[in-house]
């Protein structure tokens, strides 16, 4: 087999478990932080919950990720959005802007569990001595903390349909909260031009700062080099 396709067959599967499990982790999230305030359709629609089949969207869990990592471009994808009744909260302006935030914010936290896991692994050894056979594992933690903190960034932009909208419109004054209303319609196409341009690569910048950040307080913590780590199985 053509080492090229080899590397794709091996990056889908490195890269499908903790994108499921993450976009998982985003939508219960909204569910949750939905429930808390008010609002429990998330909850009776089986939407709170870790399994991936309630969350995937045939098109943006599956379709559009194979076609990025088959084209080598950025990792793209979304899962169906959690239903939420603004008349069901209990102040619906600012309750809806703490529901969208929560999808980011899980995001984030995710990517701080699996880089603990990986520092651990790390310094038992586990997941750099090949013997042991768990290198698949520290490989999809890697790509996991990656995944989580694009997924945490972008999804706080302020841009319909994502969180950051959501959130913008629940912190703005009336009179800017109407504007970003009347503009959401135009969002989707405006983010796809970003994507299809490869605009979005802005993201990484403050992504990997903030990883370089994380990867040196938590490999001070272990005294351990965990740059050389995570690099290494990122190119496993």
């Known amino acids: 087999m053509d080492d090229a396709i080899q590397d794709i067959l091996r990056n889908a599967a490195l890269y499908t ?8 982790v985003h939508e219960m999230a909204h569910a949750w932080m939905a429930g808390k305030k008010g609002d429990l359709t998330g909850r009776m ?13 045939p098109l943006g869990s599956i379709v559009f990720p194979l076609l990025c990592l088959l084209f080598g471009g950025s990792l793209f994808g979304w899962a169906k959005p959690v239903p ?13 802007a703490l529901v969208a935030l929560a999808g980011p914010l899980s995001n984030l936290f995710l990517a701080c569990v699996f ?39 972008f999804n706080l932009l302020p841009i319909s349909p994502l969180d950051g909208a959501r ?9 800017l909260s109407n504007v970003a209303r009347a503009i959401a ?16 690569g802005f993201l ?33």
Do not use: C, Q
């Not at 959130?167 to 009179?175: D, H, I, K, R, T």
């Not at 992504?207 to 990122?234: D, E, K, Q, T, Y």
């Open 115 to 153: 880089l603990l896991l990986l520092a651990l692994g790390a310094v038992s050894g586990l997941l750099t001595n090949e013997k042991a056979g768990f290198w698949p594992v520290g490989a999809m933690l890697a790509r996991g903390i990656l995944l989580n903190l694009f997924l945490g960034f």
């Open 17 to 24: 478990v903790p994108f499921l499990f993450s976009i998982s």
């Open 45 to 57: 629609l089986g939407r709170m919950t870790l399994n991936p089949i309630a969350h995937i969207d």
């Open 204 to 236: 990484v910048y403050p992504v990997m700062g903030f990883l370089n950040g994380l990867l040196s307080l938590v490999g001070a913590l272990f005294s351990m080099n965990l740059h050389s780590v995570f690099h290494a199985l990122m190119n496993v």
């Open 185 to 200: 319609p135009y969002g989707a196409p405006f983010l796809i031009m970003l994507w299809i341009s490869g605009l979005t």
């Open 84 to 96: 939420v009744n603004a008349a069901n909260l209990k102040s619906p302006r600012r309750d809806m």
């Open 167 to 175: 959130v913008s419109v629940g912190l703005l004054p009336p009179p």
